[in-house]
């Protein structure tokens, strides 16, 4: 009964390379939200997917970001062309259905930028 | 819009001290409130939720009441621990303002608990 998992843990990029998140929901779940949790702050909401869609995407940066869920296989956060300000934990979060009043958070990935 | 104000920390306590944490919000709608802990280096756990005014959560020793007139949800514990450490987050989720659960988060407060 495994939770929601994510992977990388932790990952290092240089300035200006790509970073790729993934996030494997809890079995059954077929919403994902990503969260961005800047140091000493709270988690402000990225995006938030269904299977092939993209519901509310009103948290992401207009440029360099981009998230997908698709049919098969995990969510991917992706960031092209990082910068230092990227660096933060990046969580994921799954719910069974869209009104289900409870999200289940995964271990997060920690994105450093030298 | 919606948003949610928690006290600013860190929070020292000492072993066995009252904790509260106080949790204020503003919504239009009629949101759930929750309690989310993260322990360092570790993901969110959800502590305990409210989904109705007067509605108390507990989870572990802590508890909260959902009060409406107050619009306030804070946290409290009688007899803290030093593996209570962490930082709390307080979080609101209004499914009928934009038809799925949206979580908003306070900034979080950090709590110490020294022996």
């Known amino acids: 009964n495994a939770g929601v998992m994510q992977n990388p843990r932790h990952l290092v990029r240089r300035r200006g390379q790509e970073a790729r998140l993934r996030c494997s929901p809890m079995?059954?779940?077929?919403?994902v939200y990503w969260y961005r949790q800047l140091p000493e702050e709270g988690l402000k909401f990225m995006v938030y997917?269904?299977?092939?869609?993209?519901?509310?995407e009103s948290g992401m940066p207009k440029e360099r970001f981009s998230a997908e869920f698709p049919k098969e296989g995990p969510s991917i956060l992706r960031i092209q062309q990082v910068v230092r300000g990227d660096s933060a934990a990046y969580f994921c979060?799954?719910?069974?259905?869209?009104?289900?009043?409870?999200?289940?958070f995964g271990p997060g990935t920690r994105l450093t930028v030298l | 819009g919606d948003s949610v104000t928690q006290m600013e920390g860190p929070v020292t306590l000492s072993e066995e001290a009252f904790l509260t944490i106080n949790c204020t919000y503003t919504?239009?709608?009629?949101?759930?409130l929750f309690w989310y802990v993260q322990y360092p280096g570790e993901g969110l756990q959800l502590l305990l939720k409210?989904?109705?005014?007067?509605d108390k959560g507990s989870n572990k020793g802590f508890e909260a009441t959902y009060r409406k007139e107050t619009t306030s949800f804070h946290l409290e514990k009688g007899s803290v621990q030093v593996s209570d450490s962490a930082v709390y987050f307080c979080?609101?989720?209004?499914?009928?303002?934009?038809?799925?659960?949206?979580?908003?988060f306070g900034p979080g407060t950090s709590l110490s608990v020294i022996p």
């Open positions: 979060a799954s719910s069974p259905r869209r009104e289900y009043n409870e999200q289940f």
């Open positions: 079995k059954g779940h077929s919403h």
């Open positions: 997917l269904q299977k092939e869609n993209i519901i509310d």
């Open positions: 919504a239009t709608g009629y949101p759930s």
């Open positions: 409210a989904t109705k005014a007067d």
């Open positions: 979080a609101l989720s209004d499914v009928g303002k934009t038809s799925y659960d949206k979580v908003i």
